[in-house]
């Protein structure tokens, strides 16, 4: 079983719509919970942390079930600027190194 | 807004050859790590260093690699005799402790011919 697992997608998605994504992650051990956006061919940005009680920042808002080991993170009011791939990322207790997900693709359309 | 920067962007060499890569990691942040990413796959830890030395190193780190903290402000990773599949992005990342935001350079992407 994958350490962490995205549904590849893509996602083609209206301009103004809501679009959620999830992520299931293996180890029961996982700490630390990030969503990641990454554009084609630059770097991993932070986009926001996950908390057990659910975060948002914005038009994003990130869940996490620590009991079915399962993360979620839903755009609002989706941007043409929200096209990118989005990293479902963990952090083992203990653990120096993230553990990164392949990746959802989001196309948004105008 | 202090950032996290990669020399060179690109670099291409021969299958065989010895490269480093350079990272200068934020100025008061205390770890440093490497990641790669090969084209269409996930990113994937590589190596973990604090307090000048190695913290924490995935499977992928082997004797092929090693990392190194010459002076004050860079941070490098060296590849020995490097082979086709070692083409890939490599990420250089750095945070203020282990559990803080790790904060990622903007790559270099290797090339192995």
């Known amino acids: 079983r994958k350490e962490v697992e995205q549904d590849p997608g893509p996602f083609n998605v209206p301009e103004g719509a809501t679009v959620a994504f999830n992520c299931t992650y293996s180890?029961?051990?996982?700490?630390?919970f990030f969503w990641y956006r990454q554009d084609c061919r630059k770097e991993p940005k932070l986009l926001m942390s996950?908390?057990?009680s659910g975060n948002e920042d914005g038009r994003f808002t990130a869940q996490l079930n620590r009991a079915s080991q399962y993360i979620s993170l839903l755009i609002r009011d989706s941007k043409l600027s929200d096209s990118a791939t989005y990293l479902c990322?963990?952090?083992?207790?203990?653990?120096?190194?993230?553990?990164f997900g392949k990746g959802t693709h989001l196309i948004i359309q105008p | 807004e202090p950032e996290v920067t990669q020399t060179p962007s690109h670099q291409v060499t021969q299958m065989g050859q010895e490269v480093i890569l350079r990272c200068v990691p934020i100025?008061?942040?205390?770890?440093f790590y490497w990641y790669r990413q090969i084209l269409g796959q996930k990113v994937e830890f590589l190596v973990s260093?604090?307090?000048?030395?190695?913290?924490?190193k995935s499977e992928i780190f082997d004797d092929q690699f090693s990392v190194e903290r010459p002076d004050g402000s860079n941070f490098t990773l060296k590849i020995r005799s490097t082979k086709l599949e070692d083409s890939a992005m490599y990420f250089c990342?750095?945070?203020?402790?282990?559990?803080?935001?790790?904060?990622f350079g903007p790559g270099t992407r290797l090339t192995v011919l």
């Open positions: 990322v963990v952090n083992r207790g203990g653990a120096d190194g993230l553990t």
């Open positions: 260093f604090y307090n000048n030395e190695i913290s924490e």
């Open positions: 990342a750095s945070s203020w402790d282990r559990r803080d935001t790790q904060y």
């Open positions: 996950v908390y057990s």
């Open positions: 100025s008061n942040h205390l770890y």
């Open positions: 180890n029961s051990a996982s700490q630390s």
